[in-house]
């Protein structure tokens, strides 16, 4: 009896045995194995090339106008990508010469900020034979073209209605961009701006700062015409200026 029961005791210590190997050999394989694993994702990640940034998107087209007008020139960059319906009228405008001899006849003057603040208005008054048909708007939050110091945007009635009249801006004015939360609907469309002065804001503010007639205009116009109106003599498209030269790295 003690002997068959010493052959089971050993029989079962062995068999523990064999266990307590078996144990400690799959331990030893799934160390092995993790070690393994992570050594194939190290060098995966190695080689795996890294994703590519997006590419920068290309500059926008842009169109050069000269006006020159009796106090001097003003140099116009028109933004043909971004607002290609505004830049394409107006360059209409520019080619056919309905702008030759048109004048800026209003400076609105603004209380507020810091002065000079507001904007100067010209183009062809409603000249039944220089207007051309009315244009699509195009909104400042689809052409993402803001009402900054030096923007030149089109001047209109309602939404839809603009023509050969534009405005030059003396000081940012972000409430004339488009509002799509806003509860009014002139609020909600804005005004098209479509480019950029890039030389002759000292002719801009030569303007802005002439004499205002206390009489002309209606409305809340009275008070805003320029006493003399100052002539746009020509304008026309312009060569873009070359690009600026790379500075070589130094040694």
Same mark, same amino acid.
């Given at each position: 009896?003690?002997?068959?029961?010493?052959?089971?005791?050993?029989?079962?210590?062995?068999?523990?045995?064999?266990?307590?190997?078996?144990? @400690?050999? /799959?331990? =030893?394989?799934?160390?092995?194995?993790?070690?393994? &694993?992570?050594?194939? *994702? %190290?060098?995966?990640?190695?080689?795996?090339?890294?994703?590519?940034?997006?590419?920068?998107?290309?500059?926008?087209?842009?169109?050069?106008?000269?006006?020159?007008?009796?106090?001097?020139?003003?140099?116009?960059?028109?933004?043909?990508?971004?607002?290609?319906?505004?830049?394409?009228?107006?360059?209409?405008?520019?080619?056919?010469?309905?702008?030759?001899?048109?004048?800026?006849? @209003?400076? /609105?003057? =603004?209380?507020?900020?810091?002065?000079?603040?507001? &904007?100067?208005?010209? *183009? %062809?008054?409603?000249?039944?034979?220089?207007?051309?048909?009315?244009?699509?708007?195009?909104?400042?939050?689809?052409?993402?073209?803001?009402?900054?110091?030096?923007?030149?945007?089109?001047?209109?009635?309602?939404?839809?209605?603009?023509?050969?009249?534009?405005?030059?801006?003396?000081?940012?004015?972000?409430?004339?961009?488009?509002?799509?939360?806003?509860?009014?609907?002139?609020?909600?469309?804005?005004?098209?701006?479509?480019?950029?002065?890039?030389?002759?804001?000292?002719?801009?503010?030569?303007?802005?700062?002439?004499?205002?007639?206390?009489?002309?205009?209606?409305?809340?116009?009275?008070?805003?015409?320029?006493?003399?109106?100052?002539?746009?003599?020509?304008?026309?498209?312009?060569?873009?200026?070359?690009?600026?030269?790379?500075?070589?790295?130094?040694?």
């Amino acid at each position: 009896m003690q002997s068959h029961a010493n052959e089971i005791a050993e029989t079962g210590w062995r068999a523990a045995k064999s266990r307590g190997m078996i144990a @400690r050999m /799959m331990k =030893l394989l799934a160390s092995l194995l993790s070690a393994l &694993l992570l050594t194939i *994702g %190290t060098a995966h990640a190695q080689t795996e090339p890294a994703a590519a940034e997006p590419a920068p998107a290309p500059p926008p087209e842009l169109v050069r106008v000269v006006l020159n007008t009796e106090m001097g020139p003003i140099i116009l960059h028109l933004d043909k990508t971004n607002a290609p319906v505004t830049t394409g009228n107006f360059l209409r405008y520019v080619d056919e010469k309905r702008l030759d001899g048109t004048v800026f006849y @209003r400076a /609105m003057h =603004l209380e507020w900020g810091t002065p000079p603040n507001g &904007l100067i208005q010209g *183009g %062809t008054q409603n000249d039944p034979k220089r207007e051309l048909p009315p244009i699509a708007h195009e909104p400042t939050n689809l052409t993402g073209i803001r009402h900054k110091t030096g923007t030149i945007s089109m001047a209109r009635y309602a939404p839809g209605t603009a023509t050969g009249d534009f405005s030059i801006m003396l000081a940012p004015q972000p409430g004339l961009d488009a509002m799509p939360d806003a509860e009014d609907a002139e609020a909600q469309a804005g005004f098209a701006a479509f480019g950029q002065v890039v030389e002759g804001m000292e002719t801009v503010r030569a303007i802005f700062n002439a004499p205002i007639s206390q009489t002309k205009g209606e409305g809340w116009m009275r008070g805003q015409m320029i006493e003399k109106p100052v002539k746009i003599l020509t304008a026309h498209r312009a060569p873009m200026p070359a690009p600026a030269p790379v500075p070589e790295p130094v040694p």
